[in-house]
Nanobody, 126 residues
Framework: QVQLVESGGGSVQAGESLTLSCVAS????????VGWFRQAPTKEREGVAS????????KYDDSVKGRFTISKDTAKNTVYLKMDSLKPEDTAMYYC???????????????????WGQGTQVTVSS
């Protein structure tokens, strides 16, 4: 079984940056995907970015393209989400998740049965 632990959240001003970390342990497979999702109060959870662990293929939601970067450090079993030019609408609880994948990760809508971490809060004030 895979365990995921997120960290790096916090409170920042609009325009600032944060980097989230997701450390994976347990039976995570080289062919799995890891994704970042977020959920704001009263809103549904939405996919933000994903990366295939073996091939490093990335995918982003349109709302964060050009501002967020997902990356991995295989030696540390860690996936990062670097968030630049943060906006108040980026305020949410951010979760990482793992899901079986391949060269490309599946669409975010497939991840309902993923393994989830506990989340880390990101708050952006204007």
């Amino acid at each position: 079984q895979v365990q995921l632990v997120e960290s790096g959240g916090g409170s920042v001003q609009a325009g600032e940056s944060l980097t989230l970390s997701c450390v994976a342990s347990g039976n995570i497979d080289d062919y799995d995907c890891v994704g970042w999702f977020r959920q704001a109060p009263t809103k549904e959870r939405e996919g933000v970015a994903s990366i295939s662990l073996n091939h490093g293929r990335t995918k982003y939601d349109d709302s964060v393209k050009g501002r967020f970067t997902i990356s991995k450090d295989t030696a540390k079993n860690t996936v990062y989400l670097k968030m630049d030019s943060l906006k108040p609408e980026d305020t949410a609880m951010y979760y990482c998740a793992s899901y079986p994948g391949g060269v490309y990760c599946p669409p975010f809508s497939y991840w309902t049965t993923a393994t989830w971490g506990q989340g880390t809060q990101v708050t952006v004030s204007s």
